[in-house]
Every structure is written in C-alpha cells, then in structure tokens.
C-alpha cells in the first residue's frame, strides 16, 4: 500500500496577528481530522510560517510526494505564479520530491453557502427582495482574478432571492468600498449587505468592515450592515480535502464545481444529471454535411442573422 501524498496548504500571508493565527488553526485541524495523513502549512509572505519551512517540515517526516492546495478563493498572482515558483525552488532544495498542484477554492457552492448563512445572520429574517448585497473582494492587479468575483457574485445571486449582488474591492482594483456603497444606493437599495469574500479575520477584511461603517455614518437614511468572513467552517475543511483529492487523481475539472448539471444550484435543482444536447450551427462548418442535424431526443435551434 502506497503512502498518500502529503497535503501542504499554501496561504496568503497577513499582517495580521490573528489572521496569521486562524490559517495556522485550519491546518491544525485539518490534520487533527485526517490522521495519517500529514499536513502542513505555510505562507508566501508576510508571516511565518514560510511555505519553505512547511515543506522542510514535511520532507522531515519523511515525505517525498505531496499536494499543495492554495488555501484562496481566487487564482490571482499568487496561485498563478508563487507558490508554482516556490514549489519548484523546493524541488531544487529537496531532490527527489514531487508534488501536483490543486485550484484554487472558490466559487464553490459549499462557500456560497456559507456566504449565504452570513448574510442571514445579518439580516435576521428580513426579506431578501429589499436586500442588496455588496460583496467585496481583496482585489487584484490581474482582471481575471477581479472577474471570478464577479462570478461569485452571480452565482450568490442566482436563485436567492436577493434584490442583487453588487461588487467591489478593497484594494488594487475599483470599484472600492465607497463606491460599490455609492453604486447600491444609487441602484435605490434602501437595505445594504457588505458581505466580506475572505477566509479568515485580517486586516484587508477589518478595512472593509471600518469603510462601511464610515460610509453607513454620512448615508443615515440607509440600513447598512457588515457580514462576517466565511471562517473555517466544516465546508472549508471539506472543500479542501476536495481539492487535495481533485490534486491527487489529477482529475483538475474545467467549471464543474457551479455546473448546473452537476451540482444542484437554488433554483435549478431539475436541472441535474440531464443529459447534455449538443446544439446545431447550421453556420457551422463542421455542419454542412448533414451531419449533426438528428440528435438522439435533443433539440435543435437556429440562429437568427
């Protein structure tokens, strides 16, 4: 029987005391919770541990295979480019070791969840038609990363009930918290949200909460409220293992994780396990041939010029 590969959780890094704090918990407990597996964890900047150290300590136990898992929400930088570069620099220092890489963990459904379970704590009860949420993200110099949390916006949105999702970010990328506030009310909300799309408390977060506050002060006619961060909820822990699992079996899935045909999203539960239709381009090239014009039970539609 083969030993599982390690799992090694890379994370942001913080400035702050008991952000840094929380992220070395959740791994504590992800280790408490898979015994015999080893996990360790470490940071790309700004707070110990760095993730060399999380892997020496790994190496030490006499691992020579692992998963990494970046511990964030949305592939920007860091998940893009270093950890890859520190993983490979850790494979220069520790000949012999090897590793696969996992995704990154949000929009998933488990979170927006969470997120959802935030929002209610929030509102006790009140309408969600008169809600708008204001969804702020960390922020990147990277439009992709800045367009997943529009994503997870939309995806919070759909089947809810919320009068919308709006979305700003607290640094790097615009529109800031101020101005998503501006944007909401401008949109006439009269019940405002600002639900926090981070992990764990830190100081980027405490800023979000402190601009909201200070925007509530100079609009009195308004109910705004702050959410919580999503923490490390059981459905954290989970959808890590998830991805060291996906990371394991190299089975790296394109959108699967809010496919409406995989997993059931509100609103759309009818929806999973259907079969896929392909759908007919009579402009195609492909088509000209008459192929492809009798699907077995699907449909076909055409496309107006």
């Known amino acids: 029987m ?13 400035r702050d005391d008991a952000g840094a704090e929380a992220f070395r918990d959740f791994v504590r407990e992800l280790g408490r919770r898979h015994p015999g597996l080893p996990v360790a964890g470490g940071f790309i900047e700004l707070s110990p541990p760095p993730l060399g150290e999380a892997v020496a300590e790994l190496v030490g136990q006499g691992v020579r295979r692992f998963a990494a898992v970046p511990l964030m929400l949305v592939s920007a930088g860091h998940a893009k480019g270093d950890i890859p570069a520190a993983l490979a620099r850790e494979k220069e220092r520790h000949p012999g070791i090897s590793y696969t890489y996992g995704r990154p963990l949000g929009p998933h459904p488990a979170l927006l969840g969470v997120l959802e379970r935030r929002l209610e704590e929030v509102l006790d ?13 960390r922020g990147s110099t990277d439009p992709d990363a800045n367009a997943e949390v529009f994503k997870a916006a939309r995806l919070l949105w759909e089947g809810r009930g919320y009068a919308g999702v709006e979305t700003a970010f607290v640094s790097l990328a615009a529109p800031d918290v101020p101005s998503g ?5 401008a949109l006439g909300a009269k019940r405002i949200v600002v639900l926090p799309y981070f992990l764990f408390t830190g100081i ?23 959410a919580d961060v999503i923490g490390p909820e059981p459905e954290l822990l989970d959808l890590v293992m998830e991805r060291y699992e996906e990371a394991v079996k190299g089975d790296l899935r394109m959108n699967c994780d809010s496919c409406v045909y995989r997993i059931a999203l509100p609103g759309f539960e009818d929806k999973v396990g259907l079969p896929q239709q392909p759908h007919f381009h009579p402009d195609d090239d492909g088509h000209h041939h ?12 055409s496309h107006a010029h």
Do not use: K
């Not at 799992?7 to 890094?13: C, K, S």
């Not at 009860?125 to 993200?137: I, M, N, P, Q, S």
């Not at 979000?208 to 705004?224: I, K, N, S």
């Not at 192929?291 to 076909?300: D, E, I, M, Q, R």
């Open 125 to 137: 009860g009140t309408d969600r038609a008169e809600v708008t949420v204001l969804l702020v993200g």
């Open 181 to 185: 506030l501006d944007r909401c009310a």
């Open 2 to 14: 083969t030993t599982p590969p390690a799992l090694l959780i890379a994370g942001h890094g913080t």
């Open 290 to 301: 008459g192929h492809g014009h009798h699907h077995h039970g699907g449909h076909s539609h």
């Open 204 to 226: 980027l977060p405490d800023r979000v909460r402190r601009q909201t506050e200070d925007w509530a002060a100079e609009h009195p006619g308004l109910d705004v409220r702050s």
